[in-house]
């Protein structure tokens, strides 16, 4: 037997945490976090070292791909067979119905595969289409939304170690390693970050429902009820120009519609505030005079308000905070990570907002056009059920599972039944996988090569690491970014491969990497590529195989260009017709609201069948307060029904101290599409369920509300005691 170890990187999250992986005789045992280069010095969370099992068959993992016969069952398939009929089917569509007919989902998983994405958008580009849908329009589109209508400052906002505040609302960094850019922390090592503003006598402010793990940080916590985010950050607003305590420097030479701003915010106390989220006066008094007195503070927001009532109010409320704060960099500050793969210039000056969706190509269900080059997600089936000719026809899921993620199951499901054809790439058989024509079993990440592009701009120092396959992928297994060769190849569509990100328009990338349509890049030639201006040779990367942090000269924000005058624009017409609508609103009062929840052992549909995810959450709990539990007669373990105005699931209630009362904490996307009158035989409840595709959306982005959904809550019977999961301790 022999036994080696190898530095490579985890690949289930933005944090790309540095780890070796002892292997031996071609099969990977354990990992363990390497500590060697990486910013975030040695850490691995549970889903790094799940991810092992997963390499060798946990979770269902497939070993084929499978194509659907006429019986209509999935068997298995060569992966030559199936991208050569598939190429066949896309090329067909493609010259009778044109480019918007065939569409692409990126999930989560997408977003881990540098070499997959880059191809995936490389096809995209090369047929034409703009029907480009993505996991980000279903839980934060509205911060795309606010970008739209602000702007973006381009400096950025100061960095968490140099923060002396941080306000963060609705989300929970030290659970799900998502941070920057929005949510305020660094993504690999949350806790330590957390600590370091301590340490240095910085301040944190938690705004969430439920006193999150992330909380225990917190110097000032504030649990509003769900969907008040914007009455809670407009009250912040109020009292900030009340006071006079905003950076008015800062507003003065970046902002317009300030007085349109301090109008619309008028009728938001710190007392309407108050009444309508249940917090006390004093908590978000307290708030605003902190952020007044901060000399580099840091305002934003995870999922949380951006799944809620008014996601797209509350998160540029949000915003409008930070702005008011001077929550941003200015000339002369220092820049921690300038890039290392693509080094970049930060300059004080903002950019003006583009409203991109009131510009065309439309969707052809909505008159709405791309939010950040995408079209809203919840608008997919209807684009596909619609009677136009330009309705989608075809449409390519890579690395999620969107049936199950879009919610309202009995909208979402007879829309992808109605495709010509649906394809899965993924690495498992998720409910959308059940229903498609072909799933293509891609690569697990240890069996390709990667970079760790996402790190480039969200490590908080200068890093890079490029990583060779682990150990080889079984037979019968295809690469991600090889699929989307293939189908071009035999479409006879040439490819153009290049470094694209987010806010730039695929064609205007000037750097090309020409792809033949007879033979298949080499994986490692396309890393090089990306490489071409980076400040570390790619030799000297393939030399270090637990990454460089190279030696960067001090950067510093430098000044906007002479005469530069585009602002960002606080209020707009359309933000104080919607500032005015919530301040006329009378809400309605509700037995209990479902609220969001995030957990450690598993992302989004990834690593909630792994072992260490259900020895902690057989099911997918119904957590709430201890008051609640004891007014609807409940104790751990009993069967509860909960019922929206959409549909309806059963669950297994369980306490939870750290929630308020008058909520209810599920996980989204545990359990199956549809489940029936067992939670623990379902392995779960999708409350996905008690979701709208139709009802209360939100203007733009179409978003569903899958947060604070009024619910009411019934006792179905108690759990019998000798029930495997009755006595199951709470464990996150």
Not at 535 to 542: G, I, S
Request: proline fraction near 8%; include cysteine; hydrophobic fraction near 40%.
């Amino acid at each position: 037997m022999t036994m080696q170890t190898v530095k490579t990187f985890c690949r289930n999250c933005s944090a790309l945490c540095a780890m070796e992986i002892d292997v031996e005789d071609g099969v990977p045992l354990r990992a363990r976090p390497d500590a060697s280069h990486s910013p975030y010095g040695g850490y691995l969370c549970p889903k790094g070292i799940s991810s092992i099992e997963f390499q060798q068959g946990a979770e269902n993992r497939l070993f084929a791909s499978l194509k659907r016969q006429a019986h209509g069952q999935l068997s298995p398939i060569s992966n030559d067979t199936a991208t050569q009929e598939i190429g066949d089917k896309l090329a067909a569509l493609l010259a009778e119905h044109g480019p918007r007919s065939i569409a692409v989902y990126h999930g989560t998983g997408a977003y881990r595969s540098v070499l997959g994405g880059l191809m995936e958008r490389a096809w995209v580009s090369a047929i034409g289409t703009p029907s480009f849908f993505s996991s980000m329009t279903i839980d934060q589109s509205a911060k795309w939304v606010t970008m739209g209508r602000m702007g973006i400052m381009a400096s950025g906002r100061h960095a968490f170690r140099d923060a002396d505040l941080v306000l963060l609302a609705g989300g929970n960094p030290v659970v799900t390693h998502q941070g920057a850019p929005f949510a305020l922390s660094e993504s690999g090592a949350p806790g330590r970050a957390f600590e370091h503003i301590k340490q240095n006598g910085g301040r944190i402010i938690i705004v969430d429902p439920r006193r999150t793990e992330t909380a225990r940080y917190a110097d000032l916590l504030i649990q509003p009820l769900p969907g008040h985010d914007a009455a809670v950050f407009a009250a912040i607003a109020h009292i900030l120009l009340r006071d006079g305590t905003y950076d008015r420097d800062f507003a003065t030479r970046h902002c317009s519609q300030l007085e349109e701003l301090r109008a619309a915010v008028v009728p938001f106390t710190p007392e309407l505030a108050s009444t309508r989220a249940d917090v006390p006066v004093e908590a978000i008094e307290t708030a605003a005079r902190w952020l007044g007195e901060a000399r580099r503070p840091t305002v934003g927001s995870g999922t949380g308000p951006s799944m809620a009532a008014h996601s797209n109010l509350a998160d540029h409320m949000i915003e409008a905070v930070n702005v008011l704060s001077g929550g941003y960099r200015r000339a002369g500050d220092r820049v921690r990570n300038p890039g290392t793969l693509k080094p970049k210039v930060a300059r004080e000056m903002a950019l003006a907002p583009t409203r991109s969706w009131e510009h065309a190509p439309k969707c052809v269900s909505q008159d709405v056009g791309p939010i950040m080059g995408e079209f809203p997600t919840a608008l997919l089936p209807a684009e596909i059920l619609a009677d136009s000719p330009d309705r989608i026809r075809a449409l390519i899921v890579f690395g999620g599972d969107p049936l199950v993620a879009v919610g309202d199951p009995a909208r979402a499901k007879p829309g992808f039944e109605a495709l010509e054809l649906l394809v899965s790439v993924d690495s498992r058989l998720n409910e959308t996988g059940k229903l498609a024509d072909y799933v293509i079993a891609s690569s697990h990440p240890l069996e390709r090569h990667d970079l760790s592009v996402s790190a480039d701009s969200l490590a908080p120092e200068p890093f890079v690491q490029y990583t060779e396959p682990v150990v080889a992928k079984p037979a019968g297994l295809i690469d991600d970014w090889e699929f989307f060769w293939r189908i071009s190849s035999r479409m006879g569509v040439p490819l153009e491969f290049k470094f694209w990100s987010y806010g730039l328009r695929y064609e205007d990338v000037p750097l090309a990497l020409s792809l033949s349509t007879v033979e298949p890049p080499d994986p490692e030639d396309l890393c090089r590529f990306l490489c071409s201006e980076s400040r570390v040779p790619f030799d000297t990367l393939k030399a270090s195989p637990g990454g460089v942090r190279p030696e960067v000269e001090p950067h510093f924000v430098q000044p906007a260009p002479v005469g530069w005058q585009q602002k960002l624009e606080l209020c707009p017409a359309d933000v104080a017709h919607e500032l005015a609508e919530l301040a006329r609103e009378v809400p309605q009062p509700v037995s209990m609201q479902l609220i969001c929840r995030r957990v450690l052992h598993a992302l989004n549909g990834a690593f909630r069948d792994s072992a260490r995810t259900r020895s902690r959450l057989p099911v997918n709990y119904a957590y709430m307060a201890s008051v609640d539990m004891a007014a609807f007669g409940l104790q751990d373990g009993d069967l509860v029904e909960l019922r929206s105005a959409h549909g309806t699931l059963k669950a297994l209630a369980r306490e939870d101290a750290r929630l308020r009362r008058g909520v209810v904490s599920m996980t989204h996307m545990f359990g199956p599409l549809v489940g029936g009158e067992d939670p623990v035989t379902d392995g779960g409840s999708n409350v996905g369920q008690l979701t709208s595709l139709g009802e209360r959306l939100q203007p733009i982005n179409f978003m569903p509300l899958f947060s604070g959904i009024p619910i009411d809550v019934r006792k179905i019977a108690p759990t019998p005691t000798t029930h495997p999961y009755h006595q199951e301790p709470l464990r996150v």
